[in-house]
């Protein structure tokens, strides 16, 4: 079992940034960690993901050269970087990971483990 503990957040004018955290208790072979969100009214979609391995990334083309995916593997923990963010970026922004197939991992089922969600708020 995988536990994933999302911090970060939080309200940000348009323009601005903010940075997202995701802890894992365990990483284990061809691991991926992704980042999806939920607009209200909306379905949950794609952000980013990153292999844990290699470091490789993959981004949805609505954050392409606005958000960057890193991790840390000392510590075990993924970030996401949002900068010169949009209203249309307000959503819960929820981290995922699990084995990763080859591709690029973007849809809900690639995904066995599931954080508990944090609120990006972006004013206009």
């Known amino acids: 079992q995988v536990q994933l503990v999302e911090s970060g957040g939080g309200l940000a004018q348009a323009g601005g940034s903010l940075n997202l955290s995701c802890v894992t208790s365990?990483?284990?072979?061809?691991?991926?960690m992704g980042w999806f969100r939920q607009a209200p009214g909306k379905q949950r979609e794609f952000v980013g993901r990153i292999r844990w391995l290699i470091g490789t990334t993959h981004y949805a083309d609505s954050v392409k050269g606005r958000f960057t995916i890193t991790r840390d593997g000392a510590k075990k923990t993924m970030y996401l970087a949002m900068n010169n963010l949009k209203p249309e970026d307000t959503a819960v922004y929820y981290c995922a990971a699990g084995t990763l197939g080859p591709g690029s991992a973007s849809h809900e089922y690639d995904y066995s483990y599931w954080g508990q969600g944090t609120q990006v708020t972006v004013s206009s």
């Open positions: 365990r990483v284990f072979n061809d691991y991926g």
